[in-house]
């Protein structure tokens, strides 16, 4: 016989696949053909005619084989003509586990065809890393026991005797890691600090492992075993951040660690301008950089908050005024340190118009420091009463309306808050002056009504204001207005008696021969 040709040229590695073959010279008759696919023998031959045979294959591996056919003692053969079915690797795809620890020791099933009929000893693979055994199961099914490992979206390979292996991508991945505690939950806001944490999957060997905190990577993370790792810490401010570790998978924890709150301690002065100044904050945890700190000075943002060191900062102060002023830092959280600074006092040196009328509303301006960076309602006073307005100029100057008043050497006081300052005898009003009475005599009796006219005698009554003629008191004084007074006369005899009006013990002004008493008239006597 000779062989031509024959289809189909490849079955399943399951065998039992009917495959004609031509040529010529197979006879006029069954004469018990035979043939072989590569070693093994035919599982039937069916002569059809002299040109044609069919032939059951039976099951096999390989790929290449000769095709060969006898008859008649007679063999006629084609080389390289015939191959059985590669394997084909399904993954783990809807049959079994797609993920499994990274411990490994776990069975999986690869499914897939071509496997064979027999367990022909197969080989698989996850990734890069052969599994721990392969056991065929049929011929579309083989169990892979896992090796530890690591990573996600790995390809399963599968290969059998000289077949070509085949391989299904991102079709398996090991467990992400899973961080269940850390120790200890705070620290330093300094780099470096040691940290371990707990949990599981972190692998069976390092695979250089990865950690954060918040969004900051740790300085250096070393796998200590599939559910310990030990870390140091990064410098950082702020609390309940997650902590995230990574061996080609990740795995994370929130609310996990918190640096160590910002602790205030002291200042470097505890008083300056009201302009505003710098000053030194001192404590701990304040970072090893600038985090963009922001403080307060009482109840005022300070101008700049200048990180220096872990231990300290510069509050550029802001202008105020006042005393017992709190220090407040905020770096992720807030400090306080109470009652520490105080805005420096006003002082008080000079005044300029510094008299004038007893009714008041007069200005006086008054010159000195300290008196602000703007108008914190400021109060003044001449005497013991509160001037009718006090405006703010500027840090050296303020002007008041004066109230209404008497006499001379009044201080003039500045109140700001709490504090005060004075400048003594500076104010003077001016003087009372009676320029005139009606009547200008009276009965010697007494108890008639004089009235003095003039100006500066002020805008409400003094209570303890008196008027005199000669050496005696009024029987009572009265204050009519500004420029008028009454009184009741005394009794008294002669004439021409100064009339002085007093007012808390002193003299304010005297009309000197201004009052008489009426001259003695007789009209008869006895005896005649």
């Known amino acids: 016989p000779a062989l031509s040709s024959f289809m189909p040229r490849h079955a399943p590695k399951t065998g039992s696949v009917s495959v004609s073959v031509f040529g010529i010279n197979f006879g006029v008759h069954d004469y018990t053909a035979s043939g072989r696919v590569g070693e093994t023998a035919i599982a039937a031959t069916k002569w059809v005619s002299d040109s044609c045979i069919v032939n059951l294959i039976p099951h096999g591996f390989f790929a290449s084989l000769t095709v060969q056919v006898s008859s008649l003692e007679k063999v006629s053969s084609v080389t390289g003509a015939f191959s059985f079915d590669s394997i084909i690797n399904a993954g783990t795809e809807g049959h079994g586990p797609t993920n499994g620890p990274t411990t490994g020791s776990v069975p999986i099933v690869l499914l897939g065809s071509n496997f064979g009929q027999y367990d022909f000893c197969p080989s698989a ?18 169990t892979c026991t896992l090796a530890s490992g690591s990573g996600s979206g790995l390809s399963t390979k599968i290969q059998l005797l000289s077949d070509a292996a085949s391989q299904v ?5 090991y467990n992400s890691a899973l961080v269940s505690s850390l120790s200890p ?10 940290f371990t944490i707990f949990g599981s999957s972190f692998a069976q060997q390092d695979y250089t492992l990865k950690s954060q905190l918040g969004n900051t990577a740790a300085e250096h993370t070393a796998w200590i075993s599939d559910s310990c790792a030990l870390a140091r810490s990064s410098a950082g401010v702020g609390h309940g951040h997650s902590v995230l570790i990574s061996s080609q998978r990740l795995g994370s924890m929130t609310n996990a660690f918190s640096y160590d709150v910002l602790l205030l301690s002291s200042v470097t002065k505890s008083n300056g301008p009201q302009t505003g100044s710098d000053i030194i904050v001192f404590g701990s945890n304040f970072a090893t950089s600038d985090y963009s700190m922001a403080s307060t000075l009482g109840d005022t943002a300070a101008e700049s908050t200048t990180w220096v ?16 002023n709190s220090a407040e830092v905020t770096l992720s959280n807030t400090a306080i ?11 008080l040196t000079g005044i300029t118009f510094t008299n004038g009328p007893t009714t008041g509303s007069s200005i006086i301006s008054l010159s000195g420091s300290n008196f602000g960076m703007d108008d914190y309602s400021l109060k003044s006073t001449v005497g013991q009463t509160a001037c009718e307005s006090t405006q703010w100029v500027s840090s050296s100057s303020i002007l008041s309306s004066a109230p209404a008043g008497y006499f001379t050497g009044h201080s003039v006081r500045i109140t700001q808050e ?3 300052d004075a400048v ?19 009965p010697k009796t007494g108890s008639n009504i004089i009235s003095l006219f003039g100006n500066n005698f002020g805008t409400v009554e003094f209570s303890v204001a008196t008027a005199r003629v000669g050496q005696t008191a009024c029987e009572g004084t009265t204050w009519i207005s500004d420029s008028t007074v009454q009184c009741v006369a005394p009794a008294g005899a002669l004439s021409n ?22 001259k003695i008239v007789v009209i008869s006597s006895t005896p005649g």
């Open 125 to 142: 693979w996850v990734g890069v890393t052969p599994c721990e055994s392969t056991k065929w199961n049929s011929e579309s099914s083989l």
């Open 169 to 173: 991508t991102l079709c398996f991945s």
């Open 185 to 194: 939950g705070n620290g330093p806001r300094t780099a470096s600090n040691p």
């Open 309 to 324: 060191s872990d231990s300290s900062a510069v509050l550029k102060v802001p202008h105020g005024r006042g005393t017992g």
């Open 337 to 347: 340190l109470t009652l520490v600074f105080t805005y420096d006092s006003p002082v």
């Open 418 to 420: 709490l504090k005060q």
């Open 424 to 442: 003594s005898l500076v104010f003077t009003y001016d003087r009372s002056h009676p320029s005139s009475i009606l009547p200008t005599n009276g």
């Open 497 to 518: 008696f100064d009339v002085a009006l007093s007012a808390q013990g002193r003299y304010l002004q005297t009309l000197t021969t201004a009052f008489s008493f009426d």
